[in-house]
């Protein structure tokens, strides 16, 4: 582990705290069972789970778009935003005008936007593509513009509900090494779900297992792979293959 | 003699002394050097690395732009001016072969070209002129206050359930109804007057405009709708920056619509109510008619008819501009 995220680790107060939450629908269906989970502050961890697992509503709850049927949930780290698998750019305003509608939200004056979007736009290596439209740029320029957006939100936690999920395993590859050096350089906490094993050992401080209806925590494993790492590493190979062979064995459950 | 000897001693230790600082010195220095190296090379790495990111995604984005370059303004216009020429050349040829056959007389149903003669010279006067100010200002009127009733009371009722629950049906209600059906009531209500006119021409224009709305709406994407209230918009801020904006397709495909209701709603109010010393399109079409003046009838139909068209065109400017810059027209064909 470098000395950076050891430091950073350290810190005193949890940036989220989930005590014994559960939430069950208007239907019925239970999503998520007693979840306890505690996320250090500016700790990059990494969820994984098999479908219905309920990822997206615990990233729902923690970002307060939802709240829990029972159960305590606080989140002491500061303001979290979410960032969805669809990019969820507006698509009557440019890219540009997507990271400044987020600036305008939080009361950034006119003059201050335009420079401020160049600049985040520029962090996401799209400087000079501000006037494109949604529609003009690829999946994975798009999600980067969301991720830009994101950023213009100052937010202290970083929520991210698969992001990646619809890329391509090229584009993937760099924009797990950039959201990898944005990390390191704001000091942002980021709770990063995802249904890909390997994406989860890649980047994750530590990789926490939810099993499948309801959704609670099956298994934790710390990371303890040197930064920067590589998706095709044999260390982030064989912890791979370590949490999909309990991955494997929780999916198996259902199909008794 | 021994004295000297260790003087000369002293001097020799001494000198050793000076000279294994001075080793010392440079070692340390060759070690901050070093170190200094390895920061730089460290931090040239990372700049490497970065650089080396950048132009990898760079690259990538470069690929997924497309190389085909747009077409010619010349060749745009023509693409959509030759099938409306084409139409207009057979319209009017039907019309000639209907005059040709001689199924009416030709003082009740007159040529093409008769009427077209008669278009450019009711042109020249002024009455003609009069009259099409006095239709504009009442559409203008009637149609701005429609959009102003329609668009606040579509805001409230797709935003509040309750209201939604008790007059969603009935707006709907009175769009189908036939606006000159509200005729005898706006005579009871304003008397012969312009606020008879204006207020079926409202009647008949916010229903549309309201229900556009509504639809509109109801289609937002769920996702567009969390990710605004992700960045922090609430209530009127979100209706604002995000529900409308996204609604507005179907607002406009509403407001069009209702301005299909609002022209004609005024073409038989004005044909129904006609006040003294207000010329209107709708009362020299009256006149036309008391006066067996054929010529003049068609060519006051041909006048709401191009008026028609030329707002359609400005809907159609307006939609197909929305449509480019979200990325719904395929641009394959």
Redesign the interface.
């Known amino acids: 582990m470098s000395l950076v995220t050891e430091a950073r680790l350290s810190s005193a107060t949890p940036a989220i705290v989930i005590d014994g939450v559960s939430k069950r629908y208007a239907t019925g269906a239970v999503a998520l069972d007693d979840v306890h989970l505690e996320v250090r502050r500016g700790e990059l961890l990494a969820i994984v789970g098999a479908s219905g697992c309920g990822k997206s509503t615990l990233l729902n709850l923690i970002?307060g778009?939802d709240s829990p049927t029972s159960g305590r949930l606080s989140v002491p780290g500061g303001r979290p935003?979410?960032l969805?698998q669809?990019a969820?750019?507006?698509?009557?305003h440019t890219a540009a005008g997507n990271v400044e509608?987020?600036l305008r939200?939080?009361g950034v004056g006119r003059a201050e936007r335009r420079a401020r979007a160049a600049e985040l736009l520029e962090v996401v290596?799209?400087g000079g593509?501000g006037e494109r439209?949604?529609?003009?740029?690829?999946g994975?320029?798009r999600q980067?513009v969301a991720l830009a957006?994101a950023l213009a939100?100052e937010p202290d936690i970083l929520l991210m509900d698969e992001p990646f999920g619809a890329l391509d395993a090229?584009?993937r590859d760099?924009l797990h090494?950039?959201l990898e050096?944005i990390w390191s350089e704001t000091g942002v906490t980021i709770v990063f779900v995802t249904h890909n094993v390997r994406e989860a050992a890649r980047l994750g401080d530590r990789i926490v297992l939810l099993t499948s209806r309801p959704g609670r925590v099956a298994a934790e494993f710390p990371v303890d792979i040197d930064r920067?790492r590589r998706i095709e590493s044999p260390a982030v190979s064989r912890l791979a293959t370590e949490v999909t062979a309990a991955l494997r064995l929780e999916v198996a459950r259902h199909g008794r | 003699m021994d004295v000297d000897q260790r003087d000369v001693d002293q001097r020799d230790v001494d000198q050793r002394d000076v000279d294994q600082r001075d080793v010392d010195q440079r070692d340390v220095d060759q070690r901050d050097v070093d170190q200094r190296d390895v920061d730089q090379r460290d931090l040239d790495q990372r700049e490497l690395g970065q650089r080396e990111l950048g132009q990898q995604l760079a690259g990538l984005d470069a690929l997924e732009g497309d190389e085909a370059g747009a077409p010619g303004r010349l060749s745009v216009l023509w693409g959509r001016a030759w099938p409306k020429l084409t139409a207009l050349v057979l319209a009017v040829a039907a019309w000639q072969l209907v005059v040709l056959s001689g199924w009416r007389p030709s003082y009740v149903l007159p040529g093409p070209s008769t009427v077209l003669d008669e278009v450019v010279r009711i042109g020249g006067t002024g009455a003609f002129w009069q009259a099409l100010g006095v239709t504009a200002s009442r559409a203008a009127i009637g149609y701005g206050a429609a959009i102003a009733v329609g668009s606040v009371i579509g805001a409230l009722v797709a935003t509040i359930r309750p209201l939604r629950t008790a007059v969603g049906s009935l707006i709907t209600g009175l769009q189908t109804m036939p606006s000159i059906a509200w005729f005898p009531l706006a005579v009871l209500l304003f008397k012969l007057s312009e606020g008879a006119i204006i207020f079926v021409v409202v009647l008949g224009a916010a229903p549309s405009i309201a229900n556009g709305l509504i639809g509109g709406v109801d289609h937002v994407p769920p996702l567009l709708v969390r990710a605004g209230r992700m960045l922090g918009a609430r209530g009127p801020t979100l209706f604002r920056h995000v529900v409308l904006p996204a609604a507005l397709p179907s607002c406009l495909g509403g407001l069009k619509q209702g301005w299909a209701f609002a022209w004609r709603s005024l073409m038989a109010g004005e044909l129904l109510l006609i006040l003294p010393n207000r010329p209107s399109i709708g009362s020299q079409l009256d006149f036309a008619r008391d006066l067996n003046d054929s010529p003049l009838l068609l060519a006051y139909m041909i006048v709401v008819l191009i008026a028609g068209i030329l707002v359609d065109g400005a809907f159609g400017a307006v939609d197909g501009r929305l449509r480019r810059r979200r990325g719904l027209v395929d641009t394959a064909t």
Do not use: I, K, N
Request: glycine fraction near 2%.
């Open positions: 970002a778009l935003t979410l969805f669809e969820a750019l507006l698509p009557w509608l987020a939200l939080r290596h799209l593509m439209r949604p529609h003009e740029l690829s994975g320029m980067r957006r939100q090229m584009t760099l090494d950039e050096r920067p």
